[in-house]
């Protein structure tokens, strides 16, 4: 698609700026006297940027018939009706020179004949250029009423004596004689415009005989004059209406009254239809269209439009039928619904005066974007109208009588100061120039300066007017409430289901003005405690905001995740050095001790440049919880509403920022160091509000297991080798108890964090037997075992547990377990009754089997410790079958129901089991009510309604849910795809979970 730059030339004086009011204000005085410009004075000039409607040939064909007498069916009175800046004035022009015989006139009357110059006489009078009290100066004489100036410009003086007693002094209408000796025999055309303006001054100036006033008699000069013209074959007289909004009404409608009486000699025409007011803007603002990229823009445009629609993005319907690609095409390059919001809604305002109005705006607009020439320029929306430039918010505000929403272009739109920018600016200013929020803003501000009737604009129409073929609608409606949460005069109701700019401040000016009064010490300390609460104990144990090596422990156990404050220290992702204070606390344990237990911390720092907007939500949310909390504050009901929503939206919104912040990871790597220290750096990846989880300490877990720094127990998946582990840990050394074993992994920093370190090392273990690393010890049992040992130890983690060095397990004489020798094969058994043979009993007497031994399992914490806890005893215990598997998850955190409502839709993986859910859910919901749902059935149909169960949680202000899986019976073979189950990203976001279980082995 190629762009309007390549495929429009505007005309030469729109480029240049010549556009002064009187290049758009068309005047036929002006005209008449020679004065004009040369745009409407040089009728060759006129017509070729005149474009020819249908209702202007119909009313010059018609009024150049009547006037040649090539016509005599036509009309002897022509009426134009549109509001102001419609076209009547243009079309007396038009007329003007037509009557006149210029032979441009041809273009758009065709066959038409053209009077020949000089044979019809025209005179031509505009309402607002009477003056009944001091009159109309010419050369030689001076007018005071309607006729006087008619008597004039048809005969000059000569003429002007035959009323002159009626004009100056009398103010008496002339009647037919009169009007015969000033037309006589030839063709006359008389143009009478804006008339309405006139009878209202007239009706202040009283008859001289006291019996009525100067618009009385006006009336009647019109009734005779018209009556006259319909008895003459070659005399037109053309009035213009405004319409009955447009000022001066009054006056319109006695005019209306007068022509009613001549209903049957006039026509009434309107000069030009809507639909085609975007060709006439378009032919007079440009000298070149290339038609065919019209089309083919109109054809993209239509394709985007309906694949969003299919998409289920909330459009008019309207915009994505074939006809609206032809309303492009009329339109191009204008949007249709620019020209549509100045013709209808900005040019409702009087003082814009529609057709003329548009044509002076977009004028200005055309300029400066060809002088600018951004890119994806296709169409001209109504957001690429700049209220940037001084011109054009003139042209809006103070020129249309709204000085109010200069203030509000300048403070949400396009401010004019660069140090100071405005709203919509700066939630543009890191989206590449493609201005969403500026866009949007413009449009709402167009559909919000006409006072009266439906203000605004809804969701649909404001992003069918804004979108372009290559963006994204979930952006652009992401943005629209960014601005409404910024913007100080940006408006909406309720349902958010229409918005337009007011002139009083809305919510986001209070809240500003609150928030500059919240200080800076307590919005950190709010700042503190939300990190404290969204970093949560999980693998890792956040340890907030160390400022001295003995406030973070040196130990083995659970590893640690130090966050540390954003005054203490921030980096950017330009410095590479390790920031002093991470050194010191990763270095040292105390004042004089050196930390021993390097890799089993990890650190937190946040971005510099992230600080200042973290703070500045956190005093925002403050100012909100003011307003809320003050009781003589200037909010109503209504405003507190809308403030208690945004107060729970600012809420997640400073979690975001929090993680936002908070992206710079430096954790022990032997691999790698900077600045001699074996640290390495990592981004965490940027948080948006739809990826945030209950426990941000996951998210950094997560990126460990990525870089594989923190690892799991999954039957040796993911763990180190034995063999690097021995090479890191023992050093020179022949054996490690596995206590040593484990605080080695929290020593050297080339090995892996370990989560669930106990059930780690346990696997460890097991693989390095079966790898013959080592030999596992067990010395209170005096049992040492090895890969030939026929069956694996249950591994305890003690000091009496050992790992050797395989030579070394020989030189210290070891006691190796080796397998059992089978035992004899047993006799055949024999029934009890008859003595013989099982297989050879003839009685019907079953022999007694064996009872099974049962074990009762009860397990407690994360879905991947439960699991893994599970298959250990599996292991440990020798069991053969798992029966009545049953799991219980309770919770108050929404975002653990979302997670396991997706978990629990992975179980189809389980085969052959049967599982059963019974969840149940109960939450007080934030506008009042109580909501209570249950469900039991397979976890398919669960996943299938889950959002049933998901969707009351976005306003719950207390919530209770529980989930209760029975997994049935469960062979012992496949606990180990349980562990997998349990130790998914899903899986890891949920909280505490219970296992109960009842393990079986038969007897021997």
Wanted: glycine share 6%; with cysteine.
């Amino acid at each position: 698609m190629r762009t309007i730059f390549e495929t429009c030339s505007p005309r030469p004086e729109v480029l240049r700026g010549e556009l002064r009011d009187d290049l758009f204000a068309a005047s036929l005085a002006s005209v008449v006297l020679g004065t004009a410009e040369p745009v409407y004075g040089d009728p060759e000039r006129f017509f070729s940027q005149t474009y020819p409607t249908r209702q202007l040939r119909t009313f010059l064909r018609e009024a150049l018939g009547r006037l040649t007498g090539s016509d005599p069916s036509a009309n002897a009175v022509l009426l134009l009706e549109t509001p102001f800046g419609g076209g009547k004035t243009h079309a007396l022009i038009a007329l003007y020179h037509a009557a006149r015989g210029a032979p441009a006139a041809a273009t758009i009357v065709g066959e038409v004949p053209l009077p020949s110059p000089g044979t019809v006489a025209v005179a031509a009078v505009v309402g607002t250029d009477l003056d009944p009290t001091h009159g109309v100066r010419h050369h030689d004489v001076t007018t005071y009423t309607l006729w006087g100036e008619l008597a004039y410009q048809l005969g000059g003086r000569s003429a002007y004596l035959l009323v002159e007693e009626s004009d100056h002094r009398t103010k008496t209408a002339p009647g037919r004689v009169t009007l015969e000796q000033l037309v006589g025999e030839r063709p006359v055309l008389i143009l009478l415009d804006e008339l309405a303006r006139y009878l209202v001054v007239a009706e202040a100036v009283p008859s001289p005989t006291g019996k009525g006033t100067l618009a009385d008699q006006t009336i009647a000069f019109l009734h005779a004059l018209l009556e006259f013209a319909a008895a003459r074959r070659n005399v037109l007289v053309v009035l213009t209406l405004a319409t009955s909004t447009d000022a001066f009404a009054e006056g319109t409608e006695r005019l209306r009254e007068a022509l009613s009486v001549i209903a049957r000699s006039a026509r009434l025409l309107t000069p030009a239809e809507p639909e085609e007011i975007p060709a006439i803007v378009v032919h007079r603002l440009f000298e070149r269209v290339d038609r065919a990229a019209a089309k083919e823009t109109a054809q993209a445009y239509l394709e985007a439009l309906r694949r969003w629609a299919e998409q289920e993005v909330a459009l008019p319907p309207a915009v994505t039928m074939a006809e609206y690609a032809e309303r492009i095409e009329r339109s191009y390059p204008f949007h249709p619904e620019l020209v549509h919001v100045l013709d209808t809604r900005v040019g409702s305002i009087p003082n814009f005066q529609r057709t003329r109005g548009a044509l002076r705006l977009l004028a200005r607009v055309v300029r400066r974007l060809w002088n600018r020439q951004p890119p994806q320029m296709w169409l001209i929306h109504p957001g690429d109208v700049d209220l940037g430039d001084p011109d054009v918010l003139e042209d809006l505000t103070n020129r249309l009588d709204r000085p109010a929403f200069k203030q509000v272009a300048e403070a949400d739109i396009a401010s004019r100061d660069p140090k100071a920018p405005a709203h919509a600016e700066v939630i543009d200013a890191h989206r590449g120039g493609r201005r969403p929020a500026g866009r949007l803003a413009t449009t709402i501000f167009l559909h919000s300066l006409a006072l009266t009737g439906v203000v605004g604009i809804d969701p649909p129409s404001l992003l069918a007017a804004t979108l372009r073929p290559d963006d994204q609608p979930d952006t652009l409606a992401r943005v629209l409430d960014e601005l409404r949460q910024h913007c100080w005069f940006l408006a909406t109701n309720d349902q958010r289901d229409r918005y337009w700019f007011a002139t009083e401040p809305q919510l986001q000016k209070i809240i500003d003005e609150e928030r500059a009064r919240v200080p800076v010490t307590q919005a950190k300390e709010l700042v503190c405690e939300r990190i404290e609460t969204i970093f949560q104990r999980s693998v890792l144990v956040p340890v907030f905001f160390p400022s001295d090596p003995a406030e973070l422990g040196d130990d083995a156990d659970q590893p640690k995740l130090a966050v540390l404050h954003f005054d203490a220290v921030t980096t950017t992702a330009d410095e590479e050095a390790v920031p002093a204070l991470v050194r010191t606390l990763f270095e040292r344990a105390g004042q004089n001790s050196f930390r021993t237990h390097r890799n089993n911390v990890v650190f937190l720092v946040a971005d510099r440049e992230a600080v200042e907007p973290l703070v500045e939500r956190a005093r925002t949310l403050l100012a909100m919880e003011r307003l809320l909390q003050s009781q003589n504050g200037p909010l109503d009901e209504g405003k507190r509403q809308e403030l208690r929503q945004r107060r729970d939206e600012e809420e997640l919104q400073l979690r975001v920022a929090i993680m936002r912040a908070y992206r710079f990871l430096y954790y022990p790597q032997g691999d790698a160091a900077i600045n001699s220290l074996p640290l390495q750096r990592e981004m965490l990846p940027v948080r948006e509000q739809g990826t945030v989880v209950r426990n941000q300490t996951t998210v950094v877990e997560q990126r460990l297991r990525d870089l594989e720094k923190l690892r799991r127990a999954e039957e040796g998946k993911g763990l180190p080798a034995p063999a690097l582990v021995r090479q890191r840990a023992f050093g020179n050394r022949e054996y490690l108890s596995t206590l040593e074993l484990r605080r080695a992994f929290a020593q050297y920093t080339g090995l892996p964090i370990l989560a669930d370190a106990a059930n780690a090392l346990r696997e460890i273990v097991r693989l390095g037997i079966r790898a013959r690393v080592w030999v596992y010890y067990d010395a209170a049992a005096d049992e040492a075992y090895d890969a030939d040992s026929g069956r694996e130890p249950s591994i305890r983690l003690a000091d009496d547990t050992f790992v050797y060095v395989p030579e070394a397990a020989t030189r210290a004489g070891l006691r190796l377990v080796r397998p059992v020798p089978p035992p004899p094969p047993p006799l055949p058994a024999r029934c009890p009754v008859c003595g013989e043979p099982v297989a050879q009993c003839r009685c019907s007497l079953e022999p007694p089997r064996p009872e099974p031994t049962e074990e009762v399992i009860s397990l407690d914490g994360t879905l991947g410790q439960v699991f893994k806890g599970l298959l250990d005893a599996v292991r440990d215990q020798q069991l053969e079958q798992l029966r009545d598997v049953t799991l219980r998850l309770e919770t108050a955190e929404a975002s653990e129901v979302r997670a396991f409502g997706l978990w629990v839709g992975q179980l189809r993986s389980l085969g052959q089991l049967q599982p059963e859910l019974e969840a149940s859910l109960t939450a007080t919901l934030a506008q009042g009510g109580d909501l209570h749902l249950t469900f039991t059935g397979l976890p398919d149909e669960y996943a299938r309604y889950r959002n049933l169960f998901e969707l009351p949680l976005r306003e719950a202000r207390h919530l209770d849910a529980r989930f209760l899986l029975r997994l049935g019976t469960v062979p012992a073979g496949d606990a180990q795809h349980l562990v997998q189950l349990g130790e998914n990203e899903l899986a890891a976001e949920l909280g505490k979970v219970r296992l109960t279980a009842q393990g079986y082995r038969e007897h021997a």
